[in-house]
């Protein structure tokens, strides 16, 4: 049916009468005019204007028809710059996902490559650049890289360009698709490698931070215990007098008292020169040196310093000076000897001359002088 009427008629003035024509084929011209009226709809504008219509008019076809659009003239087609259509051909892209796929195309499956060079052609042509390589190469570059690899960019004209998209073997895309899955694979498996040991990497480095702080939240304490346990140097070796050490460092067992001339006599007795390095020497030093092992800034450790400052004392009655032959007891809280470290006060961050260290920490005199032995010696 036709109408006449905008909003009721489903097909244009034109197409009705291309599909008169079509049923009534073998008709006469006459006949032909006479049947249309079977297909205008009932009191519609065209079905009004038809019986308007004089004799003459509807004796031949040719004269019907321009009448027919004269008075139902049809669209017209909206025709595209060529900005407009060279604009969608550059923005024309076919995804890899779609490689290797049918698709369908009039009715019939097509590969989806080639169906895209059958639209790239229709729009180069509607563009009117068919013939030249205007705008080809942005195009290729667009191409996945299994389709663009396999296809020249030497190409003088859209026709040739098209043409080799459509013989680009089938099997050969699907091949190198099937390499970049697995390369792709491979990448994916590096960058999950890549963000799990950054992840292990984050988590040793909180363990880390948190063993430090627990560390040295404990060697604080540990520090805050030693000192008030007055790990300090006895009064009769700061001030170099006879007197029997009873606090300093804790030692309570009796030592045998010496009467005050000989006391007297060997404070004030001058050293003995320093003995030349012999191997003798030197392994007698290493003897003293595990008599009198470095013990460790805890509670056990400075339990067993203290037990070796009194086997000193009770060893070595009548002097308060270390020699090569007595050697001595090492602080706890110093560095190990033999390490570069201060023989002033047992740290290692300077050396005896560049000491600032207060008396009240300071090392015993004694173990001054048998750190810088051993240190000459061994």
Sequence with gaps: RFYGQEGKDTVSSKDFLKDIKICYRSASEEQKTDYIADHLGTNSPAEKWYDGLGGDVKKTWATFEAEFFKQFPPPQEAKRGKEEVERELLSAELLASELGKMV??????????????????QLAKEAGIE????????????????????????????TAFCDSIRLVDTTAVKDALERDRQLEEVREQLANQKRELQRQTALLEQQRTRISSETTAATAALTAKLNAMSLTTPQWMREGQGSQPSQGYGVSAPIRRQNTTSTSATATRPRPPQEPVTEELRAATRELMALYPHQPATETGVA?????????????PNTRHASHTTG????????????????????SSHLRAQCTAPPAVQLPPPEQWWRGHCDRVV
């Design 328 to 347: 001595f007891p090492l602080s706890p809280r110093a560095s190990r000897i033999c390490t570069g470290e201060c023989f002033k006060c047992g740290e």
């Design 104 to 121: 369908q195309k009039g009715g019939t499956d097509v590969w989806a490559h080639v169906a895209f060079a059958d639209r790239l052609l």
């Design 131 to 158: 013939k030249t390589n205007e705008c080809i190469w942005q195009v290729r570059d667009k191409l996945p890289t299994p389709l663009r690899d396999k296809i020249a960019s030497t190409h003088t004209s859209w």
């Design 304 to 316: 067993e310093y203290k037990a070796q400052l009194k086997r000193w004392m009770e060893k070595h």
